[in-house]
């Protein structure tokens, strides 16, 4: 593979093969520190050092040279954007030279981002969870009361989430995502907003042309246009206080093709690049203090499955395993106490990347692949009845 990008500090993103550009010498003490960072980074593995951390989960060469200048603080150009996302900082702008990255791989590589801890977590605010009934949503909706914030339970399951509000002592909206002046009327409802979780989804399983339009209708209505009505509410609110995060739960269906869950998949495609490219919105302005992240979660126990245990048809969420809701929403609580662009949860699923960076190849394993998924889902609903 060749380089589509060279981020230099001083002269911007230049396409792949253009001229090298000459920076100030280094230290080679601060040089291997550097490189050892954006190696670690690029990994997917924990840094052991620095302030201004930044990690991937791709699996590409990096060589780094430490070339500093302050970060304005509304980027002006496309050259000091580009230099923030590789860097990971807001700070400090890092010389960073990656080579062998494809455009598949980019989310993996925009992950990185500064990791101060949000603000937004830091203060008794309202915290709107979207499909915060049940499962995920509901997990994550415990942690964030747990922590002093006033939670708003949204879901149209009004039964469920006035029980779970009493439980936390917030509050049940009856909410439909699909709906863009529900979502902004629930935002402008709550002055404090600091924290906006998009969680609601809906899913479908089998080949792409067994989804009957209606269905497909309800997925990109749910997964793909609830995320950007509860994103565009939040950021609302968020944009003139110059703080907020919002979560958008998407699936490592949205890092890879999904066959048996191809519409699912693209419209979690489709979220997870908007919430990339809002999250780069957000820097290129200036809105520093304000944070869009996406977490891509593999399978989990959560009641979208519960009737699928024994479908054929729903292998793929079995392909890593089964988590619980409740390791996904500690993750989850994390990325929002330091934020980042995009966390793929297990880390080593990231590796789904490849897949999508060589599809011609993955269809040759997809037998074995769907063998062993399938295999792993039987014992999965033998052990788990209902």
């Known amino acids: 593979m060749t380089p589509i990008w060279n981020w230099t500090s001083g002269g911007g993103a230049t396409r792949s093969g253009g001229a090298p550009r000459r920076h100030a010498p280094t230290s080679s003490t601060s040089a291997a520190r550097t490189e050892r960072r954006v190696s670690s980074a690029l990994s997917g593995s924990p840094e052991t050092s620095g302030t201004s951390r930044s990690k991937a989960s791709t699996s ?4 780094a040279s430490a070339s500093s200048s302050s970060w304005p603080a509304t980027a002006t150009s496309a050259r000091s954007a580009a230099a923030c996302v590789a860097s990971g900082t807001g700070d400090v702008l890092t010389t960073i030279t990656v080579s062998g990255v494809t455009g598949s791989q980019w989310p993996g590589l925009a992950g990185g981002d500064h990791r101060a801890v949000s603000p937004s977590l830091s203060s008794r605010s ?18 964030l009361a747990a922590r002093g914030h006033h939670v708003v339970i949204a879901d149209l399951d009004d039964a469920a989430a006035a029980t779970l509000a009493d439980e936390l002592g917030g509050r049940a909206v009856r909410l439909d ?10 935002a402008e409802d709550l002055p404090d907003l600091g924290v906006w979780v998009n969680n609601a989804g809906v899913l ?9 339009h209606e269905r497909r209708r309800l997925l990109v209505d749910v997964n793909l246009h609830g995320t950007m009505n509860g994103t565009t509410a939040a950021l609302r609110r968020f944009l003139p206080a110059g ?5 958008n739960v998407v699936s490592t269906a949205g890092i890879t093709p999904a066959p048996h869950e191809t519409v699912y998949g693209a419209t979690k495609h489709a979220a997870l690049a908007y919430s990339i490219g809002t999250a780069l919105d957000l820097r290129i302005t200036g809105h520093r203090g304000v944070h869009v ?6 399978g989990m126990w959560t009641p979208m499955l519960h009737d699928l245990a024994r479908d054929p048809d729903a292998w793929p969420s079995w392909q890593g395993g089964m988590m619980q809701p409740g390791d996904v929403a500690d993750v989850a609580v ?25 599809p011609g190849a993955a269809a040759h394993l997809l ?5 062993d998924a399938r295999r792993r889902q039987r014992a999965f609903a033998d052990r788990h009845p209902r």
């Not at 590409?60 to 060589?63: F, H, I, L």
């Not at 590796?351 to 999508?356: I, P």
């Not at 037998?367 to 063998?371: D, F, G, L, R, T």
Request: with cysteine; aromatic share 4%; net charge positive.
């Open 60 to 63: 590409t060469a990096a060589t």
């Open 126 to 143: 309202s915290a709107v969870v979207t499909g915060g009934a049940k499962g995920l949503g509901a997990e994550i909706a415990r942690r």
């Open 177 to 186: 995502v699909a709906d863009a002046d529900a979502c902004l009327a629930l």
């Open 204 to 212: 479908a399983v089998g080949p792409a042309w067994s989804t009957e």
């Open 243 to 247: 703080t907020g995060h919002v979560l």
């Open 293 to 298: 992240s996406a977490l891509c979660p593999d």
């Open 334 to 358: 994390r990325l929002l106490d330091r934020p980042r662009m995009v966390r793929v949860h297990p880390r080593w699923r990231g590796v789904l990347r490849v897949g999508a960076a060589f």
């Open 367 to 371: 037998p074995a692949i769907v063998a």
